[in-house]
T-cell receptor, first 112, second 117 residues
Framework: LAKTTQPISMDSYEGQEVNITCSHN???????ITWYQQFPSQGPRFIIQ???TKVTNEVASLFIPADRKSSTLSLPRVSLSDTAVYYC?????????????FGKGTKLSVIP | GAVVSQHPSRVICKSGTSVKIECRSL??????MFWYRQFPKQSLMLMAT?????????EQGVEKDKFLINHASLTLSTLTVTSAHPEDSSFYIC?????????????FGPGTRLTVL
């Protein structure tokens, strides 16, 4: 299973762009990179998923370099409601099914 | 789309009793469902993976006789904590997926807070 490494915590002021970088040096050829957001006492919420280059949706962008050994989640103009834990995961296949291994995540605190 | 529900959202039970938690995919067929456990201020830990109609695959250290998982249909999986003890108190979260539709994306339920007295 591909292991991921993220900063434990980050602080940001409201209105700023936040970039959270995740390293996954042993990512496999078939693995996708997925980011989730989790608020306290709630299940993780899917944010974005990508395989290579750049992916953008209505809430975030995901930048993946050519070697795919890292990825960066970009949140434009964060608000207080974006305070949460963000997890970077790399999908891994095996025996016909697949698993996601959650690391410690990055606790983002948005300051007014 | 891709909504997953869990029931109940929270449950309190006495030590020694059994508790069943339901996980449902509301708008898609979940070929695979996962059960996680999360202790306070910690990350999610995968407990088991289940494919519809098959026996669940448990992670190392998870007792299959204590945490019974049934995935009888493409929209429902249940986790039964048998003979619950205070150390089983935790936040249990399920997720569901359909690799044909969603590739490697899992969609998570809102979680169930279990408190064993």
């Amino acid at each position: 299973l591909a292991k991921t490494t993220q900063p434990i915590s980050m602080d940001s002021y409201e209105g700023q762009e936040v970039n959270i970088t995740c390293s996954h040096n042993n990512i496999a050829t078939n693995d996708y990179i997925t980011w989730y957001q989790q608020f306290p006492s709630q299940g993780p919420r899917f944010i974005i998923q990508g395989y290579k280059t750049k992916v953008t949706n209505e809430v975030a962008s995901l930048f993946i370099p050519a070697d795919r050994k890292s990825s960066t989640l970009s949140l434009p103009r964060v608000s207080l409601s974006d305070t949460a834990v963000y997890y970077c995961l790399v999908g891994s296949t095996g025996a016909g099914s697949y698993q996601l291994t959650f690391g410690k995540g990055t606790k983002l605190s948005v300051i007014p | 789309g891709a909504v997953v529900s869990q029931h109940p959202s929270r449950v309190i039970c006495k030590s020694g009793t059994s508790v069943k938690i339901e996980c449902r995919s509301l708008d898609f067929q979940a070929t695979t469902m996962f059960w996680y456990r999360q202790f306070p201020k910690q990350s999610l830990m995968l407990m088991a993976t289940s494919n519809e109609g098959s026996k669940a695959t448990y992670e190392q250290g998870v007792e299959k006789d204590k945490f019974l998982i049934n995935h009888a249909s493409l929209t429902l999986s249940t986790l039964t904590v048998t003979s619950a003890h205070p150390e089983d108190s935790s936040f249990y979260i399920c997720s569901a997926s359909n690799r044909v539709v969603f590739t490697d994306t899992q969609y998570f339920g809102p979680g169930t807070r279990l408190t064993v007295l």
